[in-house]
């Protein structure tokens, strides 16, 4: 999802804290709801132990990818809001070395000793974990939905791959928790852009049955299943800043792994160039060998730990077809310039002595040119499309909206709609199509 698109996001409808409570009208009909949310949209608790000293404990939310208008208890800014939980002004500059992973020679990612990182809850309070998607919330209040009644977000600590963190288990437990209040009834596990991608592995991981008389529909509003392109940049230039519209500053941390640990699949982006220093060209294939260039030594191996050519839960869908144990829908946007890669001006790759991005030439170039291909604004619609290898019927299963952003899709008129097709389907399993024009 490119930088531009998380420097400028735009709040869709009216945030109506009045979703978070009151008597649920919902249909008998109607599935309870689990929605998985994107990068970075998910509330953190931030626990440090300082040997001699007080212990630190503050709430996070990253700066790029939260506006102002949606943060909880009426904060002024990202910073603000941490200041309110309980972070002190003098650690402010120590905040972003905690939150940055521990990168060890076998590529494995871990939190910095003595630092301890879980969502501030998952699934009691939806305004507090996941305050990004309350207008969605809002716009199916017509429907039956209520969060917190039954409608739950399952936050997830963003900076670690599927399987690194305890999304799954998590998950588990909060699909066991949903269907039992609901009296039986199956869950939609809805996802959004990187959340995609941990519910996926969730449902290919967990024990099949268990998903199988526990969930109803795996339901991605763009969702991004497999290696983020334009992502890998954020391995070899600045961190994040409290300021959100710093440009020169990476949404993300660079050692955080979640997205670009992952590796390009050569099955979404084929043979197209992504990235190009001067005259040398970078395809999905070459991802390693550009994190090397770049002098991102530390990433290249969690990438060789982390690829997700390597899994073989991913395998399962993109090589090998394997459609999930249950039915699975998907929309997302098209039609808007994406940007996919970037071209830098020619500078010299890595020096044998050089061992961290910032003696690169990749790392000071703070504007390079934008390579774009057709998508969401945020990610291409070649990533968007890429279940249409593991669905059962991808004509059945794949809507494409003309012009739904990559964050405007999730209050899109015709996105839930589908969703709420899907969720009101009947008991028999049979979810219907979403009948897309193709």
């Not at 709801?33 to 626990?47: D, F, H, K, T, Y």
């Given at each position: 999802m490119s930088r531009a698109l998380l420097g400028g996001l735009v709040l869709i409808g009216g945030l109506g804290l009045g979703a978070c409570g009151g008597t649920p009208t919902q249909s008998a009909e109607i599935s309870?709801?689990?929605?998985?949310?994107?990068?970075?949209?998910?509330?953190?608790?931030?626990?440090?132990e300082r040997p001699g000293a007080q212990g630190v404990e503050f709430d996070f939310l990253v700066p790029a990818m939260n506006p102002v208008e949606i943060l909880p208890n009426s904060a002024t800014s990202a910073l603000a809001y941490s200041i309110d939980s309980g972070l002190a002004p003098a650690d402010v500059d120590s905040v972003q070395q905690w939150l940055?992973?521990?990168?060890?020679?076998?590529?494995?990612?871990?939190?910095?000793?003595?630092?301890?990182?879980?969502?501030?809850?998952?699934?009691?309070?939806?305004?507090?974990?996941?305050?990004?998607?309350?207008?969605?919330i809002d716009e199916l209040l017509d429907t039956g939905w209520v969060a917190d009644a039954n409608v739950y977000c399952a936050p997830f600590d963003y900076r670690f791959p599927p399987g690194a963190n305890t999304f799954a288990g998590d998950i588990e437990a909060l699909i066991d928790s949903a269907v039992a209040k609901a009296g039986g009834s199956k869950v939609v596990l809805a996802c959004h852009s990187q959340g995609c991608l941990m519910a996926y592995h969730a449902l290919r991981t967990l024990d099949a049955d268990w998903v199988r008389t526990h969930v109803e529909t795996l339901f991605g509003f763009?969702?991004?299943?497999?290696?983020?392109?334009?992502?890998?940049?954020?391995?070899?230039?600045?961190?994040?800043?409290?300021?959100?519209?710093?440009?020169?500053?990476?949404?993300?941390?660079?050692?955080?792994?979640?997205?670009?640990?992952?590796?390009?699949?050569?099955?979404?982006?084929?043979?197209?160039?992504?990235?190009?220093?001067?005259?040398?060209?970078?395809?999905?294939?070459?991802?390693?060998?550009?994190?090397?260039?770049?002098?991102?030594?530390?990433?290249?191996?969690?990438?060789?730990?982390?690829?997700l050519d390597s899994q073989t839960w991913f395998q399962q869908g993109d090589e090998l077809r394997m459609p999930l144990n249950v039915p699975s829908r998907f929309v997302f946007g098209i039609g808007t310039e994406t940007t996919v890669g970037y071209r830098f001006a020619s500078v010299p790759t890595r020096a044998a002595d050089c061992v961290t991005p910032e003696c690169t030439g990749f790392y000071s170039q703070s504007d390079p040119m934008p390579i774009q291909a057709d998508g969401d604004g945020g990610d291409s619609t070649r990533m968007n499309a890429a279940p249409a290898r593991w669905t059962q019927d991808a004509a059945c299963d794949v809507q494409r909206i003309p012009g739904a952003g990559h964050m405007d899709i999730l209050t899109n008129s015709v996105a839930l709609a589908a969703l709420t097709l899907v969720a009101q389907s009947t008991s028999d399993g049979a979810v219907p199509c979403l009948n897309s024009p193709r």
């Open positions: 309870p709801l689990i929605l998985v949310p994107g990068l970075g949209m998910s509330a953190l608790q931030v626990e440090v940055s992973l521990d990168i060890a020679a076998d590529g494995t990612v871990r939190n910095q000793e003595g630092v301890s990182v879980q969502p501030v809850s998952i699934g009691t309070d939806f305004a507090a974990e996941c305050p990004r998607y309350l207008p969605m763009a969702g991004q299943f497999s290696g983020c392109s334009d992502c890998l940049r954020w391995a070899f230039q600045p961190g994040w800043s409290w300021d959100p519209d710093d440009e020169s500053a990476s949404p993300v941390d660079p050692t955080w792994a979640g997205e670009m640990a992952l590796g390009l699949q050569e099955s979404v982006y084929g043979s197209d160039v992504l990235y190009r220093n001067g005259d040398i060209e970078y395809r999905a294939a070459d991802s390693a060998r550009l994190l090397n260039d770049a002098g991102a030594l530390a990433m290249q191996s969690a990438q060789d730990r982390y690829s």
